[in-house]
């Protein structure tokens, strides 16, 4: 969804360096998700915003940051890589949907390799 | 938590109706059942969501029977291109909506 786009798209690290992915969107949502999602596994929740001085742990934040910089960016951090981290990751908003379920918009999605 | 539980893996022959059934035992009143379809090296995407009987849109139909406790989702006649990633979610309303995406149905649709 073009409304919704990370960088970079594909990186490739070292264990031990710091690093940084992007996620920035246009739709204009509030509510903001990193996931992470390994070979043959589903998508895991990493950390989610629901406005800018809102920030939750997901399943899997060990070893993970975030940062929202405003409502439109939402940034997720990995202090010191290391090769357990090698995956994709997506970046999603939503809008509260009252009382159903949010529907998510997903970005194209990062690939990560620390070697 | 309302978590999911979904058949692995599906394979369909072109213009077959596939129906992919996912388990939530534990789904409480409020919540909401929505499928995603994903395919490979792109962010999922939303194809239906219900509560209750039936719903239809374009893409797809949704089924829940009356005690929720299941939903099925239903793909007329597949084409190649459905082949796809399908993941059922049940929005854990207790825990502040987050959601769970499984491991998923991996369908194939072969000509």
């Known amino acids: 969804d073009a409304d919704v786009t990370q960088t970079p798209r594909n990186r490739i690290t070292k264990t031990g360096k710091r690093i940084m992915l992007e996620c920035s969107q246009t739709k204009g949502h509030d509510r903001m998700y990193w996931y992470r999602q390994d070979p043959g596994l589903g998508l895991r929740l990493i950390y989610y915003s629901f406005d800018v001085k809102d920030i939750n742990k997901g399943e899997i934040s060990d070893g993970y940051s975030v940062s929202r910089q405003a409502q439109a960016k939402f940034s997720l951090s990995l202090e010191s890589a290391i090769p357990n981290q090698t995956a994709l990751y997506f970046c999603?908003?939503?809008?509260?949907?009252?009382?159903?379920?949010?529907?998510?918009?997903f970005g194209p999605g990062t690939r990560l390799t620390v070697l | 938590l309302a978590k999911t539980t979904q058949p692995v893996s599906m394979d369909s022959y072109e213009g077959q109706e596939v129906n992919i059934t996912c388990s939530h035992n534990?789904?409480?009143?409020?919540?909401?059942i929505t499928w995603y379809q994903q395919f490979p090296s792109q962010g999922p995407r939303f194809i239906i969501q219900g509560y209750k009987t039936k719903v239809t849109n374009e893409v797809a139909s949704l089924f829940i029977p009356a005690d929720r406790k299941s939903s099925t989702l239903s793909l007329p006649r597949v084409s190649l291109s459905d082949t796809a990633v399908y993941y059922c979610l049940v929005d854990v309303t207790n825990t502040g909506n987050q959601f769970y995406f499984g491991t998923g149905t991996s369908l194939t649709v072969i000509p």
């Open positions: 999603a908003t939503s809008e509260p949907a009252g009382a159903s379920t949010d529907t998510q918009y």
């Open positions: 534990n789904i409480a009143t409020n919540d909401y």
